[in-house]
């Protein structure tokens, strides 16, 4: 079973259309500049920061870490409490969990690269 994973580019553009936003307005919402966004979404820049990754869970708390983290699953977090969140801002514990899902998936990564390394050496 193939999964498909969105890229970094590819998330940033989907959350445009999502929330039917300008990039300007993306930009205000989140703290990040517009000249990075358009530079993620030409990819220029490959990979959000993790600074950038909580800007976008501050002002969008309905979107997933999980999807945003690795491009994998449902890009909103379902109604059942997953993400709690209050007058719009992550809280300290949602700012935890994200750092948390970070580290993993960059340890991932790098495990991924060590296997692949090895493989083709």
Do not use: C
């Amino acid at each position: 079973m193939s999964v498909n994973k969105l890229n970094d580019s590819e998330k940033i553009v989907e959350i445009l259309q999502y929330f039917n936003l300008k990039k300007s307005e993306f930009s205000t919402k989140t703290g990040i500049s517009t000249q990075q966004i358009f530079d993620i979404i030409r990819g220029q820049i490959a990979n959000l920061s993790r600074e950038n990754m909580a800007k976008i869970i501050s002002a969008y708390p309905e979107i997933s870490p999980f999807w945003l983290i690795t491009g994998e699953g449902d890009m909103i977090v379902n109604n059942t409490g997953i993400i709690q969140h209050h007058n719009g801002t992550a809280t300290a514990t949602q700012s935890a969990n994200l750092d948390k899902l970070i580290e993993l998936s960059s340890s991932q990564q790098r495990t991924i690269e060590k296997l692949v390394n090895l493989i083709n050496n």
